[in-house]
C-alpha cells in the first residue's frame, strides 16, 4: 500500500472505530436493560396457546389487543378502555361494534397490522378450549376493507367492548394461516413469534432464558428498555439468589420471608401491587364426597356467618401477608373495587355475636368436652389445602386457632395440588382453602356461585345456590349498565356467606431502584415495560451496552 | 463371551419392558389428575375439559392407551407433553439431557478420579494423621445434606462475595455467537458450585469404599510376594492391589449412573441447573403421563446401563469372572 494511501486509510479507519465506540456510549442516558428473575419457561409465547404464568406474560409484550382496560378496570360500557391496535371505536347499533385500526401499527417484520389479522385471530381462538367460553357472546368478526374490522354480538349487553378487546390478542394471518392450531405450538413461530408489540422476540434457550429487544419502529413510541429478559429459575430460593446478586433487576411474588431479605439491601425498592387473586374457605353445602345429602353443619346458613364472625381477617392476613392483602367484601379482589357496594364493608370479627348464632342453632358444648356438639354430632370440621401454596395453609392453621376459641374443631389437611384439585372436584371436602385469579367482569360469577353449575367440576363445587343470583346474572347479561345487578349479586353473597373470602393479596415485587417505573397493572404486572426507563445518570454498564449488543 | 453379552442385553431390554408396564399402570393409580393439573385455579367448562382429555386419550380404556405409548415409543415418539402444551417429549428431553449431561458427567469424572485417588492415598497411609484428616473430611461430606450445602454455597460465593453466578447454565449475556472459549468459560464458571456441591457427597462415599477396599488387598498375601519381588510401591499399588481394590466402586459407579441423571434435583433446583431432573419433578407434580413415561424410559434405560456396564467391567478386570 502506497504511504500516502496508509497516510488516509489508518486515520480514518481509527475514527471509524472511535466513532462507533462513542455511538456505543452514546445510548441515550435513560435506556436499559431489564432482567426478570421468573419461575417458568415461555415454550410457546402464541395468543391461542396455553396462556398462563410466563407464557401469557411474554405474549403480552410481544402481541397487542385492539383496546386495554383503563386505570380502573372497569368492564361496563364502550368508554372505561384505551386504544391500542384499534385507534378508535364507534357504536353501530346495540349489538355491533366498528373498530378503525391504527394504521401505523406493524408486525416486527415491517408487515401492516391489518383487519384481516383481527378476524383471523377471532376464528382461531375459537377454536381452543382455553377462549371458546370467553368469545361465547361475540357473534361474528368481520372485516370492512383493511383497517376496519366490526364486531357483531349475540344481544345487546354492557360488556361487549371488554368481550370484543380483553380476551385476545391479535395475532399475524400473513404468518400463521397455514399453519394448523394443532401444530402452533412447536412450529417454527413459536421458536421465532413475530409479534406487533413494543418488544420483539429475540431467542429463546428453553428452560432458562428468553430475550425480548425493543421494537424500533414500534407505533407508540420505542421503548426505553433496550433489552428484557426472563432470566428462568424454578425455585424461588434461586430466585431470590439472582436478584441479590446483581443479575436479575426484578422478582415478583417475594414471601414475607424473601421481603425480610430484600429489605436489608438498599438497591431495591419493593412494590406491593393489587392482584386479581382472592383467596378464600370455600364452604361445601353438600355431605363431603356425596353430593346427594346436605352438608350436616355447613348447610345452616346461619352456622356459616357465625364462622365469618369467627375470624379476625384483618389479624390473620396480617400474620399471613404481612401488610400486602386486604379484606374482599366478596369475590372481588381489591383491584376491581368499582364493584363494591358502596358503604357495605365486610362484618368485623365479633366472637361473642358468632357463639350466640352458634348457640340458636342448637351447637353448645353439651357433654362438657370443650367441643360444641348437637343431637351427639360434635362439630369437627375439615380444611383441605394445597400444599402448592405457601400461604394457604397459614390461613388455615389461623382459622383453626380461632375456631378453637369457639369450641370447633377444625382438621387441616394439607395436599398436592393435583389431588387436592380432584378432591375439590368431586365436592369431596368440608372447607377448601380455594384462590382464584378472578376476571375484571363480575359476570363470571355465574361460573362458581350460579345454581347452574351446581357441582360441575372446577366450577361450583361448593354446591351454592342461591336463585336470585341466578336471575340477577341473567338480567345482568344483557343490561347496558349492570353495576347495579352486580352489587345486589354481591349483597346476596355476603348474605349467605357460601364462603369466607379471607384475603385479596398484593403481589410483592422487588425492583432495582435505578428504573423509572410506571404502575404496576393488576392483570399483569409488566405491560407498563414500555414505558419504563432508567434514571438518567443511574445506568449500569449494561444498561448503556443495551442497544450496541 | 458373545453369547453372555447378548444375553445380558436382552435381559436388560426384558427388564426395562417389564418396569416400563409397572411405571405405566402405577402412574395411572396415583391419585390426582393431569387435567385438573393443566387446568389449576383456570376456568374451564366441563365440555372444554371433556376436549382435552381426548386430545390426550385419557379418556381412553387403559389397554388402548398403553399401546398407543408402546406403538409410538418403539418408533421414537414419546407422545406429547400435557404440562407443556404442544411440545413433544422428545424435544423436551432433547433440551434438558445435555445439561444434565455435563453436570452428571463432570460429578462423576469428578467422583471416580478424586475418590478413587484419595481412597487409595488414605489406605497406603492408614493410620497416619492425613488418613485421618481425610477420613473426617469424608464422614463430614457424606453427611452434609447437599441441598444445604447448596444454599450455603450459592449465600457465600454468588451473593455475600459475588465470585460465582448464583444460577443458570450460561451468563444471560453470553451472545450465541460468542467463541467456544468464552462460552466454555462462562459455562465452567456457571458449573463450579453446583459441581462442587454434588462432588462433595459422591467424592465422600467413594473415599470410603475405595479406602476399606484397598486396605482389605493390601493385607493379602498375594501382595506381600509381590514386595517381596522386589517391585516398587507405584507397581505393587497399580497392578496388582488397586485392580482388585476396584469391584466395590466398579459397583457404585452403576448405581451412581441413573442418580446424577435424575437424583440431584435439590442441587438442580437451588442453582437452577436446568436439567432432567427438574423436568421430572414438574412432569410428576403435574401428573403429565407422556413426560413421566419419556423420563422414566430414560432413568430406567440408565438404571439397566449401569448394571450392563459394571458386568462388563467386572469381565474385563476379573479374569474369574470372564472365564466361569
Known sequence: MPR???????????????????????????????????GADAPAPIPTVNQSGTNYEVTNLLFLRLAEMGPTLTTVGDDAFVPMLARSWKRRDRVTIAFDLDPRAMWHDGRPVTARDVVFSFERARQEPDFASALKRVQSVTAEGTRRVVFRFVRSYGEQMYDATNHLLIMPAHLLAGIPQDSLATSNFAQHPVGDGPFRWVRRIPGQLIELAAFDRYFQGRPKLDRVYFEVARDPEARLNLLLSGQADVIQSLSLPAELRVKQDTTYQITSVPSPAVTYALFNQKANGDRSRPHPILSDPVVRRALVLALDRDQMIQAVYGGHASVPDGPVPQAFAWVDIPGRRAAPSDTGKARALLASAGWIDHDGDGILDKNGMPFVLTASTPNRSPQRPLLAQQMQARLQRLGIKLNIDILEFEVSQERRNAGQFD????????????????????????????????????????????????????????????????????????????SVIAVHRRYATRPFRTEMAWLSLRQWSVTPGQQLPRDAAGAGR | MIRWLLLRIAQSFATLATALVILFVLMR??????????????????????????????????????????????????????????????????????????????????????GIGLGVWQAMTKGRWIDRLLTTFSLVGYAMPSFWLGILLA????????????????????????????????????????????????????????????????????????????????????????????????????????????GSVFVESVFNWNGLGLLATEAIGARDYPLLMGTAILVSSLIVLGGLLTDLGYMVLDPRVRHR
Not at chain 1, 487 to 502: C, H, N, S, T
Not at chain 2, 41 to 53: A, F, G, N, Y
Not at chain 2, 58 to 73: H, I, M, W, Y
Not at chain 2, 158 to 165: D, E, M, Q, Y
Request: some cysteine; overall charge positive.
Open chain 2, 155 to 262: 449465600w457465600i460465593f454468588a451473593v455475600k462475595l459475588r465470585w460465582l453466578p448464583p444460577g443458570g447454565i450460561t451468563s444471560i449475556y453470553l451472545s450465541a455467537e460468542a467463541g467456544w472459549w468464552t462460552t466454555a468459560t462462562d459455562v465452567a464458571t456457571h458449573l463450579m458450585l453446583p459441581a462442587i456441591t454434588l462432588s462433595i457427597v459422591s467424592i465422600a462415599a467413594t473415599m470410603r469404599y475405595q479406602r476399606d477396599a484397598m486396605i482389605d488387598v493390601l493385607r493379602l498375601d498375594y501382595i506381600r510376594t509381590a514386595r517381596a519381588k522386589g517391585l516398587t510401591e507405584g507397581a505393587v499399588i497399580a497392578r496388582h492391589g488397586w485392580r482388585n481394590a476396584i469391584f466395590p466402586v466398579l459397583t457404585l459407579f452403576g448405581l451412581w449412573l441413573p442418580i446424577l441423571a435424575t
Open chain 1, 4 to 38: 500516502s494511501l496508509t497516510r488516509i486509510v489508518v486515520p480514518v479507519c481509527a475514527l471509524l472505530v472511535m466513532a462507533s465506540r462513542v455511538g456505543a456510549l452514546q445510548n441515550p442516558p435513560d435506556n436499559g436493560v431489564l432482567v426478570i428473575a421468573t
Open chain 1, 431 to 506: 372447607i377448601d382453602m380455594s384462590s382464584a385469579n378472578l376476571d375484571p367482569t363480575p359476570s363470571g360469577w355465574d361460573w362458581s356461585w350460579s345454581c347452574a353449575n351446581v357441582g360441575k367440576p372446577g366450577q361450583n363445587v361448593g354446591s351454592y345456590c342461591n336463585p336470585k343470583i341466578d336471575s340477577l346474572l341473567q338480567v345482568a347479561g344483557s343490561s347496558a349498565n349492570p353495576v347495579s345487578q352486580y352489587r345486589e349479586i354481591l349483597g346476596l353473597i355476603m348474605d349467605d356467606v357460601p364462603a369466607i373470602f379471607l384475603a385479596s393479596p398484593a
Open chain 2, 29 to 114: 393409580l396415583v391419585p390426582g389428575d393431569p387435567v385438573s393439573a393443566y387446568i389449576g385455579e383456570r376456568r374451564m367448562s366441563v365440555e372444554d375439559t371433556r376436549k382435552i382429555r381426548q386430545r390426550y386419550c385419557l379418556d381412553c380404556p387403559l389397554p388402548r392407551q398403553f399401546a398407543g405409548f408402546a406403538g409410538r415409543a418403539v418408533h421414537g415418539d414419546l407422545g406429547t407433553s400435557i404440562h407443556f402444551p404442544g411440545q413433544p417429549v422428545t424435544q423436551l428431553i432433547r433440551e434438558r439431557l445435555p445439561a444434565t449431561l455435563l453436570l452428571g458427567g463432570t460429578v462423576l469424572l469428578l467422583n471416580f478420579t478424586l
